[in-house]
């Protein structure tokens, strides 16, 4: 007689979300919805157990009969076909459904079967991600098979190139469609990268859509910590700029991203370094967001030199404009300091003329002083120059010239008295000293005579000859 022992049914699932208590994963989101109010309390998507759709593959293992079961994939049709027991849709059910159903359809020809149904592989994850990152667009994600990991928004975020500097990382919204309609959650990143916490990078589901909005306003502090973020500020290529208004070489700009963020400085200096009257303190930055609005962004550069905000440097976005304005008046105290700042020419021409050994264009670093520009020219010609005292002559930029005599004496420090700094395009003119003119004007005065004497000399020699 055959005797059955009675055996406990055993229902398996690997849906690690049926056992994680909500509270434990709750993430700080707002409801997004027009049915909720802005005062309503905290909203996270649902946690369900995963369901299965085409693509996926389940094992399925019967207890004592090895020869059962087997690796099976869900074909487009959304069935799967199991030796014995025959075809099923198991589009949209989970993992424990199906298991419930198949120890079914086994008890048909066995005595209380145990059936265990398991997710082998997930199917690859179709979504869609859109706003302010480097490659919106529609994606596919291969969940990672070794851990049942499933991808998050971060996964999602580094596949569409990482943010643009203009994302508003504090309000990244999921867009999500199941059984009860579309709905809209926001989470925080800022939140993320601040506490680490990882409940903002919520886990995404096939059809997923990922809305990544801009930022109104600039936080050049969000920006420095976004670009180290493995999620952040990333540039696929070096970002090209126009650079217009007191520049010295206005165009078109292609920053380096090799030595680090590209920012407003480096393109100031590619563009040969602001001029003169530059504005510094109401630089503006033009720039189109992914929504085809445009944003000005003004920037104050003297409180980098001031009190050495660095954050004032702001990193830049392909397709940016950067203008710099014209002052009306400046400061000759600040000048010095602005032409000392990294986003000043490099170096600056003047023009040393007259008794000097080496006469000419002289190519020497802003705030250089008359003294010094005088030593670069080879110093004076001691048998010629007047090394008492020398003429300065500038060209404002208002177009009015403005004529001085300054003392010299080399030994002395810089003042504005009798050793200005210099400015681009100064002539400095070194004149004759007292002995030289005057041998000078002798000649002028004599030269035709002596000329005369040397014709009648000749005439002598042919007539005594």
């Known amino acids: 007689m ?28 707002k409801p997004l919805e ?12 649902e946690v369900t157990a995963y369901t299965l759709a085409p693509g996926d593959v389940i094992k399925v293992t019967v207890f004592d009969l090895p020869d059962q079961g087997g690796e099976f ?61 480097n490659a919106p667009g529609n994606y596919t994600l291969n969940p990672d098979l070794g851990d049942r990991k499933r991808p998050k928004i971060t996964d999602l975020l580094e596949k569409a190139g990482g943010l643009t500097v203009s994302a508003n990382v504090r309000d990244i919204q999921l867009k ?19 506490q680490g916490d990882l409940s903002q990078d919520l886990d995404l589901r096939d059809g997923d859509v990922v809305i990544v909005p801009k930022k109104d306003t600039i936080d050049a502090v969000e920006y420095r910590q976004l670009a ?17 208004g007191e520049v010295n070489r206005p165009g078109a700009y292609t920053v380096p991203i090799e030595a680090g963020p590209p920012r407003l400085t480096i393109a100031l200096q590619q563009s040969g370094g602001i001029r003169e009257m530059a504005n510094i303190r109401e630089v503006v930055v033009n720039r189109t967001t992914r929504d085809g609005e445009e944003q000005n962004i003004k920037i104050n550069l003297w409180e980098m030199l001031e009190a050495g905000d ?14 710099v304005p014209r002052a009306e008046e400046l400061d000759p105290t600040e000048a010095q300091k602005i032409a ?38 080879g110093g004076f010609d001691e048998r010629r120059a007047d090394s008492t005292m020398v003429q300065l002559v500038r060209v404002n930029p208002n177009g009015t010239v403005v004529k001085r005599n300054i003392p010299i004496n080399l030994s002395i420090g810089v003042n504005e008295e009798t050793n200005p700094i210099l400015k681009n395009n100064d002539v400095i003119i070194v004149n004759r000293n ?8 002798i000649e002028t005065i004599l030269g035709p005579i002596g000329r005369t004497f040397s014709v009648l000399n000749l005439f002598n020699v042919f007539n005594n000859n």
């Not at 055959?2 to 994680?20: C, F, G, M």
């Not at 027991?85 to 198991?90: A, E, L």
């Not at 660095?310 to 203008?323: E, Q």
């Open 34 to 45: 027009p049915s909720l109010s802005s005062n309503s309390s905290a909203i996270i998507p």
């Open 228 to 244: 180290d973020a493995s999620f952040g500020i990333k540039y696929a290529q070096p970002p090209s700029v126009t650079v217009i």
């Open 310 to 323: 660095v954050n004032t440097d702001i990193i830049l976005r392909n397709g940016d404009t950067i203008i």
């Open 73 to 133: 994939i869900i074909f487009t049709d959304g069935t799967v076909t199991v030796p014995l027991i025959g075809t099923f849709n198991v589009k949209g059910k989970t993992i424990q459904q199906v298991n419930e159903l198949f120890v079914k359809e086994y008890a048909r020809f066995l005595k209380r079967p145990i059936v265990t149904v398991s997710l082998l592989a997930q199917r690859p994850l179709r979504l869609a991600i859109a706003g302010e990152v």
């Open 434 to 441: 007292g002995i030289t003119a005057f041998t000078d004007g």
């Open 176 to 194: 999500r469609s199941d059984n009860n309609g579309e709905r809209i959650y926001t989470v925080n990143f800022w939140q993320l990268l601040q």
């Open 340 to 377: 000392s700042a990294n986003f000043s020419p490099n170096e600056i021409i003047v023009n040393v003329i007259g008794s000097v050994r080496q006469p000419g264009a002289l190519k020497i670093t802003p705030n250089s002083s008359l003294n010094s520009a005088i030593l670069a020219s």
């Open 2 to 29: 055959t005797v059955y022992v009675p055996i406990q049914l055993l229902i398996i699932s690997n849906s690690s979300a049926q056992t994680t208590s909500k509270s434990s994963l709750r993430p700080s989101l």
